[in-house]
């Protein structure tokens, strides 16, 4: 058991992975000793830069959510995806762990064996589905070892499917750079760059939007960042008051306390965007060794927040917008007699900055602002469908708030509902279908959807 628990926590690290896939890409392409040592370390170190702005990030959200709630006096359920998958790990801890190798090893076989040759890197995304797979699978009867293959396989096949299905939108996102989406939000990332590409026909980028000169400062993102947030803060902190307030801010005045909190959030952001070039500078030279040596054109699937520096501004709009979206979501939830879904910060910032990047990137400044606009509305319902199926299984205070998670949670779960162990088994094989078809139907060494590449 310990040893699982080492290569567990290992496999949940995306540091480690990153630096560990960069090692082993630098081994096969034979490069000298420091070179293998420094090319691993910068992964790690630049994921671990990363992970610090977004705990920045999340810390200073957190306050504002509770601002929100009680300041607009809103009850209800607040998605959170460490929340629910911490209740499930004291119910399911051994299915998840294993699920969790299963997964990483079933999304290797699958890279080097068909065309979706996509490595998905953020373990803690991983993590977090191997929960949902474990509870919402163990609801429909699965156990033991059945449970977790099954489970595992889902897994390492949505690792592998999900990268490739808006594998064109990331390169257009990315400006061609060899990199692929790993984060369980891609659903809403790819319907925004959808509608962005019907949308958005002559819109300019968000990244042309002229500045007169007198404030030309808002170019700076870590400045626009930071009074985009100290509105935001201090809006809420007077609509909570100031004695809510102080019992966040101690002895600190509510109002300075409301500034610093989102003069922090901008550190935050610029920590992960420092964090995000420290990774790409080594990770995606090293995984040529990968891509030509052991999984041939192998594609690395990293983390939302890498495609943060690519459209800074689409950035804040993407969560602006979301968080519009969430808001509006809500109140139709309320109206129609539903649970509360309450906009969690945190996913409406991660999520739908990513939305806005991806929106931007096909339909410019009207796509960031109307596909992460619909995001942000994915982000309120989808929660609201899953909340019965894990409700059921005694998670009813919180809910998943990717849309991913949703999506997979509510299939599997109206598949249980309705076909039984059946259901289960009818996805598996179209699962499988689509694994393999491409590789008989046009067969290729190039990842599927990498259509740079292709040409």
Same mark, same amino acid.
């Given at each position: 058991?310990?040893?699982?628990?080492?290569?567990?926590?290992?496999?949940?690290?995306?540091?480690?992975?990153?630096?560990?896939?960069?090692?082993?890409?630098?081994?096969?392409?034979?490069?000298?000793?420091?070179?293998?040592?420094?090319?691993?370390?910068?992964?790690?170190?630049?994921?671990?830069?990363?992970?610090?702005?977004?705990?920045?990030?999340?810390?200073?959200?957190?306050?504002?959510?509770?601002?929100?709630?009680?300041?607009?006096?809103?009850?209800?359920?607040?998605?959170?995806?460490?929340?629910?998958?911490?209740?499930?790990?004291?119910?399911?801890?051994?299915?998840?762990?294993?699920?969790?190798?299963?997964?990483?090893?079933?999304?290797?076989?699958?890279?080097?064996?068909?065309?979706?040759?996509?490595?998905?890197?953020?373990?803690?995304?991983?993590?977090?589905?191997?929960?949902?797979?474990?509870?919402?699978?163990?609801?429909?009867?699965?156990?033991?070892?059945?449970?977790?293959?099954?489970?595992?396989?889902?897994?390492?096949?949505?690792?592998?499917?999900?990268?490739?299905?808006?594998?064109?939108?990331?390169?257009?996102?990315?400006?061609?750079?060899?990199?692929?989406?790993?984060?369980?939000?891609?659903?809403?990332?790819?319907?925004?760059?959808?509608?962005?590409?019907?949308?958005?026909?002559?819109?300019?980028?968000?990244?042309?939007?002229?500045?007169?000169?007198?404030?030309?400062?808002?170019?700076?993102?870590?400045?626009?960042?930071?009074?985009?947030?100290?509105?935001?803060?201090?809006?809420?902190?007077?609509?909570?008051?100031?004695?809510?307030?102080?019992?966040?801010?101690?002895?600190?005045?509510?109002?300075?306390?409301?500034?610093?909190?989102?003069?922090?959030?901008?550190?935050?952001? $610029? !920590?992960?965007? %420092?964090? *995000?070039?420290?990774?790409?500078?080594?990770? =995606? +030279? &090293?995984?040529?060794?990968?891509?030509?040596?052991?999984?041939?054109?192998?594609?690395?699937?990293?983390?939302?927040?890498?495609?943060?520096?690519?459209?800074?501004?689409?950035?804040?709009?993407?969560?602006?917008?979301?968080?519009?979206?969430?808001?509006?979501?809500?109140?139709?939830?309320?109206?129609?007699?539903?649970?509360?879904?309450?906009?969690?910060?945190?996913?409406?910032?991660?999520?739908?900055?990513?939305?806005?990047?991806?929106?931007?990137?096909?339909?410019?400044?009207?796509? $960031? !602002?109307?596909? %992460?606009? *619909?995001?942000?509305?994915?982000?309120?319902? =989808? +929660? &609201?469908?899953?909340?019965?199926?894990?409700?059921?299984?005694?998670?009813?205070?919180?809910?998943?708030?990717?849309?991913?998670?949703?999506?997979?949670?509510?299939?599997?779960?109206?598949?249980?509902?309705?076909?039984?162990?059946?259901?289960?088994?009818?996805?598996?094989?179209?699962?499988?279908?689509?694994?393999?078809?491409?590789?008989?139907?046009?067969?290729?060494?190039?990842?599927?959807?990498?259509?740079?590449?292709?040409?």
């Amino acid at each position: 058991m310990a040893i699982l628990n080492f290569f567990r926590d290992i496999l949940r690290e995306p540091a480690f992975l990153m630096g560990l896939m960069a090692m082993v890409g630098l081994i096969a392409l034979k490069s000298p000793s420091h070179k293998i040592l420094t090319g691993t370390l910068g992964p790690i170190l630049g994921y671990i830069m990363l992970s610090a702005g977004a705990d920045v990030i999340s810390s200073n959200l957190t306050p504002l959510s509770q601002m929100i709630e009680f300041g607009f006096n809103i009850r209800g359920v607040v998605p959170n995806n460490e929340a629910v998958t911490s209740v499930a790990q004291t119910i399911l801890g051994v299915e998840t762990m294993t699920i969790l190798i299963l997964g990483l090893i079933f999304n290797v076989i699958i890279a080097r064996f068909t065309r979706y040759k996509y490595i998905f890197l953020t373990g803690h995304h991983s993590f977090f589905m191997a929960c949902l797979l474990s509870a919402v699978l163990g609801a429909i009867g699965f156990e033991g070892w059945t449970l977790i293959l099954i489970g595992g396989f889902f897994l390492g096949a949505w690792s592998s499917i999900s990268p490739a299905i808006g594998q064109k939108y990331t390169l257009l996102a990315t400006d061609g750079d060899e990199v692929a989406m790993g984060h369980f939000g891609s659903i809403g990332y790819y319907i925004s760059a959808a509608i962005g590409s019907l949308v958005g026909k002559n819109s300019k980028s968000t990244e042309d939007i002229k500045v007169p000169e007198q404030w030309s400062f808002l170019r700076n993102t870590t400045i626009s960042t930071a009074l985009t947030m100290v509105v935001f803060y201090l809006v809420a902190a007077i609509a909570a008051g100031p004695e809510f307030v102080s019992t966040l801010s101690a002895d600190t005045s509510p109002y300075i306390y409301a500034i610093m909190s989102g003069l922090r959030f901008a550190v935050g952001v $610029a !920590i992960v965007y %420092a964090g *995000v070039r420290m990774i790409l500078a080594d990770l =995606i +030279p &090293a995984f040529q060794g990968i891509a030509t040596k052991i999984i041939p054109n192998a594609v690395p699937a990293v983390d939302c927040a890498v495609f943060f520096p690519y459209a800074p501004t689409a950035v804040i709009l993407g969560f602006i917008s979301s968080f519009v979206g969430g808001l509006i979501g809500m109140f139709v939830l309320g109206f129609a007699g539903s649970i509360l879904i309450i906009p969690g910060l945190v996913p409406h910032f991660f999520c739908g900055a990513t939305a806005g990047v991806y929106g931007n990137a096909t339909g410019g400044r009207k796509g $960031a !602002i109307i596909g %992460a606009f *619909v995001n942000g509305l994915g982000l309120a319902f =989808i +929660p &609201a469908l899953l909340l019965p199926v894990l409700g059921d299984l005694g998670f009813g205070d919180t809910t998943f708030g990717d849309l991913d998670f949703g999506v997979i949670g509510i299939l599997l779960g109206k598949a249980g509902e309705w076909l039984g162990n059946i259901g289960i088994y009818i996805i598996i094989v179209v699962l499988l279908v689509v694994l393999i078809l491409p590789s008989i139907l046009r067969p290729s060494s190039i990842a599927l959807n990498n259509v740079e590449m292709e040409e």
